[in-house]
């Protein structure tokens, strides 16, 4: 039966359907709260776009915005804000005392640091050693220590023995304490780094097959091998040998040593240890993280700030881990209260709002993410919007 009457298209609301006056503010947007599909800009001017579905707060829409985002494999920019998912290393040149993951798309201060030592990193004793990045090559009149770098907590020293002639190849590591050095710099044996004069230091020969502390000959294994990888490495202050290769321990020295060490190579004849990597143990840096800036149509009053972090050490929210605001290119900034929200994995949203209009006015739009108190902290995400 046909309806007497204006008809509505389907799918579409006519304005002859609608009453004078039918349609108001307070109607499309009953509370004013999050999570309505419109909220009033105030007065007699048009509702904005603010949220999509009823019972979506800004934060989860910040959320979806990342994950958005993520799934193009970019930052996102959209009015009023963008969202980076650090798919790759955009912030880099503008922060500090980070390092990017490419592997899992994060920001990070990490506790630990690996490195190929270059030649200036290590001191020769002597003459006639070969230093390169990653290779020491020693002769019978000259070996060489790390000088730059401390192996520091729990440490790995890795090497592969490229060759190894009959007379023997020295390796291992020494309590870095300025007595111990002055050994390595004119006591003992050129063969033995001067590690044959020290109390504490760890080595052994390939070759001519022994193992040591200090003077003391403490194993006799033979177990010279130029196609594996092994490692000199501290766990828990215990110091063994490892073979990589194989995954099988060599060798663990008796006793408990916490003392930072240094590397060494010696050797009777023409010798060369290559492919060797340092991992050892540091304090977290304080990591502070600032992207280039976006331009907002207008000076914006409010500030909107999600992060999506993995805290590997526990925190004191908006103590250990803060964001911040700035509305003129990062001369000024608000600090935003951040509170935890969803969590996905290991990662957590911490978002939170804040009054910028206190701030010159401006319109060149940054945040800053900072780690402090040492804390180390994984970042895979910042979503930033104003208003």
């Known amino acids: 039966m046909r309806l007497i009457g204006p008809q509505a298209i389907q799918g579409k609301v006519g304005t002859t359907a609608l009453a004078d006056s039918a349609v108001t503010l307070a109607k499309l947007n009953p509370t004013g709260s999050d999570g309505q599909v419109l909220t009033s800009t105030g007065g007699s001017t048009a509702p904005a776009y603010e949220v999509v579905s009823s019972g979506v707060s800004r934060s989860d829409g910040r959320h979806m915005m990342l994950q958005i985002a993520d799934l193009q494999g970019q930052a996102l920019n959209f009015p009023n804000g963008f969202a980076d998912p650090f798919d790759s290393d955009t912030i880099g040149s503008t922060s500090t005392n980070e390092t990017y993951d490419a592997s899992n798309d994060y920001y990070h201060n990490p506790s630990t640091q690996t490195l190929t030592p270059a030649a200036s990193d290590w001191t020769q004793r002597g003459s006639g050693a070969t230093l390169s990045s990653g290779s020491v090559t020693t002769t019978s009149s000259g070996s060489a220590y790390s000088a730059s770098n401390l192996l520091t907590g729990d440490f790995v020293f890795q090497f592969q023995m490229s060759s190894v002639v009959s007379d023997h190849m020295v390796i291992g590591v020494f309590d870095g304490a300025a007595d111990e050095v002055a050994h390595a710099v004119s006591d003992g044996e050129y063969q033995q780094a001067g590690m044959n004069a020290m109390d504490d230091s760890f080595f052994f020969s390939a070759g001519t097959p022994w193992i040591k502390k200090g003077s003391s000959t403490v ?169």
Do not use: C, H
């Not at 008796?254 to 060494?264: E, I, T």
């Not at 957590?348 to 009054?355: E, F, N, P």
């Not at 010159?360 to 979503?383: C, H």
């Open 219 to 387: 194993d006799t294994s033979t177990w010279a091998n130029t196609s594996n990888t092994f490692q000199i490495r501290r766990i828990s202050n215990t110091i063994s040998i490892y073979n990589l290769s194989t995954t099988t321990q060599v060798y663990a020295w008796s006793g408990s040593y916490s003392a930072d060490m240094r590397a060494a190579v010696g050797g009777g004849g023409s010798t060369t240890a290559s492919s060797i990597v340092f991992t050892y143990t540091i304090t977290p840096p304080n990591m502070t993280l600032i992207p280039a800036a976006a331009t907002a149509a207008s000076a914006p009053s409010t500030g909107y700030l999600a992060i999506q972090a993995d805290p590997v050490d526990s925190i004191t929210l908006n103590t250990d881990l803060k964001g911040e605001i700035s509305r003129d290119n990062g001369s000024n900034w608000t600090q935003v209260t951040l509170s935890a929200g969803a969590t996905n994995g290991d990662f957590t949203i911490y978002g939170g709002s804040v009054d910028i209009s206190g701030q010159p006015s401006g319109t060149q739009m940054k945040y800053r993410v900072t780690t402090l108190n040492n804390k180390e902290i994984r970042i895979s995400g910042v979503v930033l919007r104003w208003a």
